[in-house]
């Protein structure tokens, strides 16, 4: 991932089908009655009604971009940022907060936003965190992903209180992903790119388990830390990995 920019629709679209579909565990999720399905499908759309709302709410007509993120808080791999405009948002019934979702829901409703809408996708790698810090990252990647885009949006809505270094008119909302459709479809984009990109790390350093805690501070993560120090792909100004001692990678290299 070092140096990687942004990734446009086309390299989204390229990323491996419904990864949970092709090892069985979509067959995990729990089945319902009729009267169950009819009843949920009816939530999914009355909640899908009322982040659309306030999308409208903010830009009446025209293309507007929802930004979001995922990965500012691991110790390893990048910042992940997603752009989304909403084109076919009637397709897209059970979008939300990408947290409140199972990880099935997020693959599936990630294969139908690619499908349904223009998505950008930008990042941030461990050595532009180190160097910039992760506020500026995330910035960064944000931009990055909307810079992505196939069209260029008339209104930019981002999750939080940031603001881009893009000359568009744009707004940061707090838990945008709770409150906008096109952030919410943004910040599934986000979580899935990245959580793939962290399986394929688990490839190449399968000491660390990243397929598992996806970087994250976990217990698991953090006794890898201590057995073999950081590598490569670890966040060197992040507390835990700073005062971790040198593993086999860095020793290599001295």
Known sequence: MNGCRGFGVKRVKDLPVNEYERDGSANEAPSFSKGESSSRETA???CLGRLLEFDRDILASGWMAGVDEAGRGPLAGPVVAAAVILERANELAGINDSKKLSPVSREKLFLKIVRHALVGVGTADERTIDTINIYEATRLAMKRAVLALPHTPAFVLIDGP????????????????????????????????????MKHLHGLYPAY??????GYGT???????????????HRRSFAPVAFSEKGPFEKALT
């Not at 744009?170 to 984009?189: H, L, M, T, Y």
């Not at 388990?209 to 996806?214: S, V």
């Not at 217990?219 to 490569?232: D, R, S």
């Open 44 to 46: 999914r759309r009355e």
């Open 219 to 233: 217990a698991e993560h953090l006794e890898a830390l201590q057995a073999f120090g950081p590598c490569p792909v």
């Open 162 to 197: 940031l603001r881009l270094d893009l000359p568009l008119p744009q707004r940061g909302i707090v838990s945008g992903d709770q409150k906008s459709a096109s952030v919410a479809a943004a910040s599934i984009v986000a979580k899935v790119f990245r959580d793939r990109w």
């Open 209 to 214: 388990a990243f397929h598992a805690h996806k």
